[in-house]
T-cell receptor
Framework: DAKTTQPPSMDCAEGRAANLPCNHS???????VYWYRQIHSQGPQYIIH???NNETNEMASLIITEDRKSSTLILPHATLRDTAVYYC??????????FGKGTRLHILP | DGGITQSPKYLFRKEGQNVTLSCEQN?????MYWYRQDPGQGLRLIYYSQIVNDFQKGDIAEGYSVSREKKESFPLTVTSAQKNPTAFYLC???????????FGPGTRLTVT
């Protein structure tokens, strides 16, 4: 089953780009990479997902390496409201989504 | 406005009582999910339903039960058999199974 590895926490200065890494070295060819975030005591919020190409939307960009073993979520201009736990998720072969502990991103004023 | 709602936000129960958590969505989504989150931990899947009148166990279904009689509703019952019921419970829905999931605000259950 595909699993993800993320650093437990990261800091980023307000206004700078936040780059959140995720390792998914056992990902299968037809599995997507999803990113969600959870602001304290709220439900998670969908950010972006991708298969093999880089993706961008109004919230973030997703960069997936050519071998698909890792990816990076980029928040181009981080604000204090981006302080949250960020989850990198892949779909496993049992059709269940596994949320790990994620990365706690601290935006520093 | 379309969305997913959970009620109540906070719920307190005595040990040994069953309690039902509400989840309603007006997004016309086929799939719905229940997750549990403990302090400092990620989400764990309890039950999910891909269509009406059908549901499957997730990773930690023991001590929980669900029903899916209507597309809009997916209530979760925490039974007295659940050994550690105190947690933050999150409901989600998606247009298709495992597509982008939209989460409700959660219900924080405390059992004493």
């Amino acid at each position: 089953d595909a699993k993800t590895t993320q650093p437990p926490s990261m800091d980023c200065a307000e206004g700078r780009a936040a780059n959140l890494p995720c390792n998914h070295s056992t990902i299968s060819g037809n599995e997507y990479v999803y990113w969600y975030r959870q602001i304290h005591s709220q439900g998670p919020q969908y950010i972006i997902h991708g298969l093999k190409n880089n993706e961008t939307n109004e919230m973030a960009s997703l960069i997936i390496t050519e071998d698909r073993k890792s990816s990076t979520l980029i928040l181009p201009h981080a604000t204090l409201r981006d302080t949250a736990v960020y989850y990198c998720i892949v779909r496993n072969r049992d059709d269940k989504i596994i949320f790990g502990k994620g990365t706690r991103l601290h935006i520093l004023p | 406005d379309g969305g997913i709602t959970q009620s109540p936000k906070y719920l307190f129960r005595k040990e040994g009582q069953n309690v039902t958590l509400s989840c309603e969505q007006n997004l016309n989504h086929d799939a719905m999910y229940w997750y549990r989150q403990d302090p400092g931990q990620g989400l764990r899947l309890i039950y999910y339903s891909q269509i009406v009148n059908d549901f499957q166990k997730g990773d930690i279904a023991e001590g929980y039960s669900v029903s899916r009689e209507k597309k809009e509703s997916f209530p979760l019952t925490v039974t007295s058999a659940q050994k550690n019921p105190t947690a933050f419970y999150l409901c989600a829905s998606s247009r298709g199974f495992l597509l982008e999931q939209y989460f409700g605000p959660g219900t924080r259950l405390t059992v004493t």
